[in-house]
């Protein structure tokens, strides 16, 4: 069976909507704990405005905290290049730029046009192409809007365009608020992936109406082996009204576990992760395995 | 698009494992609203002991008090003769026998082994046989036990068989809790499908380690067009340590609609009726679409 590659957001995208601060010690602790789970990919902060994203304001604290496990990317959202540069200053391995591909979403996340957004990255290109930085491209609301509705995938195909032009090498198609469909999916990874089939194309689901590993075995089924997910199905994003959690992880690794998949990361480490993170943020999350257990979880008989 | 067939049981899967009884009146009102939403069928209750399942001991005053819709189907459960014989009384259309395809489940669930429930479904076929009744079977835990873990396929194979030489025009695969994968769902539909090509076979999923929508998916695509699903998510077997809910209703109209697949039942109707029933129930439902809204749910730019 194929290799499916795990890329871990709860610290940037679960955490960033968080009401309540989550410690910097506790931080580097739960991404200590995700590396030595192994996966593929942590996204562990995001060099914003700490005005703006309060939650993440100890970027760099926790950057420099953490222990790099090989194996493991460690990349950080930026939208500008100041945030860059300091994104560069801390060993960051890979950033991750957004623009979203609805104008309207675009403008109420980052002030600006999705075309300001795309002279904004030359910039950022500039000075990143002077690092050993690789830069990954995300499309925000690739499957709808939750202000403008349907998105056309003609325009999603024309900003992949133009991060590969400008020197990504990674796209990931992110689902922000939750409405794509798996038919949705399917057809729109499949063109992407016939248009540029060595891309390393990545989704990123969110469970808002319940079809996020619906989504994902559409996404498989198309020929995309990289996966999103928030441990414990913690995240949403603060400009999306109404959005409940991202696709959770341990709950992502024991279906793909279970049907044969080979995921790097370790799942019980996950789900003893998983307890972890409810402890530090003292409420439930959104995640299903860690309360019914794992399907090999069996009952004494006598019970 | 395929027409999918929605056979509707949180009157019976939901109501039987509440904790506070739920009102005859209630339960007509709320068996009149699915009514008027459409949907193709509907397990009104089951003729059970009322020792073993309180909440549903006024499955006669239910069934006599609703409204009867001309295109639903009114099914109930029933364990053994008795029961039956009550829901003829009652004008049940169609009858739900259940065995367990685990030995071990069967016996927790009503006291019997395999074989000694099918025994026992001889005599209630030949009560059967002189009413206008038809007769669905359905095998609990054809994906996974909670207590014997995996099934064998040739078992779920051999029990079809059986209920099909009973004299059973329809079959139910249920994953009593939650323990199918996408892959398995696909692989013993196709199989079931390959040998009984024309046999109305119907998929019953629990949500419990979030794999509901997935597991429908897998099902289409195996080519199984008839679902169980729970209004609001609600639902689990007592029997069935840890298991949550049931595949919600109106989430999966919500996705089906949005695929382009024909469903006969009003979504807006159903999320109405859903928010009826946590009315009803005075607590949360897992439901997420009535949490999120439709994915065509904009939001105001100025918001």
Chains 1, 2 share one sequence.
Not at 209 to 228: F, H, P, Q, S
């Amino acid at each position: 069976m194929q290799k499916i590659t795990l890329q871990e957001v709860v610290t940037r995208d679960g955490f960033q909507i968080e009401e309540q601060f989550v410690t910097t010690e506790k931080k580097i602790e739960l991404i200590n704990r995700l590396s030595e789970a192994a996966v593929d990919k942590i996204e562990v902060t995001s060099f914003v405005s700490p005005k703006a994203v309060p939650n993440l304001s100890d970027a760099k604290e926790v950057m420099n905290g953490i222990n790099r496990t090989p194996g493991v990317t460690y990349s950080a959202l930026v939208l500008n290049l100041r945030g860059t540069e300091r994104a560069a200053e801390c060993g960051v391995e890979e950033v991750n730029l957004v623009v979203s591909v609805s104008n309207t979403h675009n403008k109420k996340n980052v002030r600006r046009t999705t075309e300001q957004s795309f002279e904004n990255f030359q910039e950022m290109m500039d000075y990143l192409s002077s690092t050993k930085m690789s830069v990954n491209g995300t499309l925000a609301t690739s499957f709808g809007c939750p202000y403008e509705g349907d998105v056309s995938e003609d325009k999603v195909l024309r900003l992949v365009d133009q991060y590969l032009e400008l020197g990504a090498t990674g796209i990931t198609l992110a689902d922000t608020t939750g409405m794509a469909t798996p038919k949705q999916v399917f057809e729109l990874s499949e063109k992407v992936l016939k248009r540029w089939a060595y891309l390393p194309l990545a989704l990123h689901f969110h469970n808002t109406r319940g079809m996020g590993l619906a989504n994902v075995m559409e996404g498989i089924r198309a020929g995309v082996t990289r996966y999103d997910a928030s441990l414990g199905g913690l995240g949403g994003c603060p400009f999306a009204p109404g959005a409940t959690g991202n696709v959770c992880t341990e709950d992502l690794v024991h279906m793909l576990t279970f049907m044969g998949y080979e995921v790097g990361a370790n799942l019980d480490q996950l789900i003893d992760s998983a307890k972890y993170l409810q402890d530090v943020l003292g409420h439930e999350v959104p995640g299903q395995v860690i309360k019914a257990g794992k399907i090999t979880d069996l009952h004494p008989i006598s019970e």
